[in-house]
């Protein structure tokens, strides 16, 4: 069914695990993600960036994802990621999303505090939840994210930007990047301790691609409850498809197999994500 994000969260909080968030933008991506939630019999939350709304019909996309989640034997949520323009969260709400994301991290704190305080106002009142960044989580390679420089999320503002704004969810950023790393990741899993101390409401990971399996496991048990994924899942695919177009036969290939050994390629890396979040 679809839920709420907060009451994945919440739950997620308290049974200290985490639940992925996948990056998707048709039926195959999502079709994936429920799928392999099902398998693992754990909640799931599906995401779709606000960069693709030039591209993808929202409402339209909206609906599917709700018939789909009706029938999946798992709690599935559906998030706006990284919006920037207040018109893309109103459209968002208005097509049912269950949560979004306010991405203001390119702004100074107290503006990026003024606009996600509004954005908390419009989205409560219709029962959607918000999850917003301070600090600023860097770009990587293969990302299809556009901003770039990364800063440390400084706990004492976490604290403040919470308590100031009423978000419901808060992205850290620990030193994970958007795509993969051009060098050897440096996860603060000590900042995120910090962060943990001072505030109390479900903490996000941004950047889960070509991060250490064991370091994502131990941010989840330190108290990470949301993770997104996107780079890996798709390079999967990408990669999959590259290399089956080196046969002959495959160039003549109808696009319906195609896309269906695309979506049979992304799900082991879906899997493997959803199970280190489990924390079992
Ligand atoms: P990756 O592409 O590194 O998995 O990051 C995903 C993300 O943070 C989407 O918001
Ligand atoms: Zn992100
Ligand atoms: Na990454």
């Known amino acids: 069914m679809l839920v709420n994000t907060k009451e994945i969260l919440l739950k997620a909080k308290e049974e200290n695990y985490a639940v992925a968030a996948f990056n998707v933008f048709n039926l195959e991506t999502v079709q994936a993600a429920i799928r392999v939630a099902e398998q693992q019999q754990h909640p799931v939350i599906i995401a779709l960036g606000e960069r693709y709304f030039g591209t993808v019909d929202v409402e339209g996309f909206a609906s599917l994802v709700r018939q789909l989640a009706m029938k999946a034997s798992i709690p599935v949520a559906l998030h706006l990621d990284h919006a920037y323009e207040k018109e893309s969260i109103v459209r968002a709400i208005r097509a049912?999303?269950?949560?979004?994301?306010?991405?203001?991290?390119?702004?100074?704190?107290?503006?990026?505090?003024?606009?996600?305080?509004?954005?908390?106002?419009?989205?409560?009142?219709?029962?959607?939840?918000?999850e917003a960044e301070i600090g600023s989580v860097a770009l990587g390679a293969f990302s299809d994210e556009e901003e770039g420089a990364g800063t440390l999320t400084d706990p004492q503002e976490a604290k403040k930007f919470v308590e100031e704004t009423g978000v419901d969810f808060l992205a850290a950023a620990i030193g994970t990047v958007h795509g993969m790393y051009k060098c050897e990741p440096n996860i603060r899993l000590d900042l995120l301790d910090e962060i943990r101390k001072l505030v109390d409401i479900p903490l996000?990971?941004?950047?889960?691609?070509?991060?250490?399996?064991?370091?994502?496991?131990?941010?989840?048990?330190?108290?990470?409850?949301?993770?997104?994924?996107?780079?890996?899942?798709?390079?999967?695919?990408?990669?999959?498809?590259?290399?089956?177009?080196?046969?002959?036969?495959?160039?003549?290939?109808?696009?319906?197999?195609?896309?269906?050994?695309?979506?049979?390629?992304?799900?082991?890396?879906?899997?493997?994500?959803?199970?280190?979040?489990?924390?079992?």
């Open 96 to 130: 049912g999303f269950t949560s979004v994301m306010y991405d203001g991290s390119k702004y100074d704190l107290e503006e990026n505090t003024r606009r996600t305080k509004e954005i908390v106002e419009i989205s409560h009142m219709a029962g959607v939840s918000v």
């Open 204 to 280: 996000v990971l941004h950047g889960a691609s070509g991060t250490p399996d064991e370091i994502l496991r131990e941010a989840v048990v330190r108290g990470i409850c949301k993770v997104n994924v996107n780079t890996e899942v798709s390079l999967a695919a990408s990669r999959h498809l590259a290399e089956s177009f080196e046969q002959e036969e495959r160039k003549n290939a109808h696009l319906s197999t195609i896309m269906a050994d695309m979506q049979q390629a992304m799900e082991p890396v879906m899997t493997k994500f959803v199970r280190l979040f489990m924390n079992k």
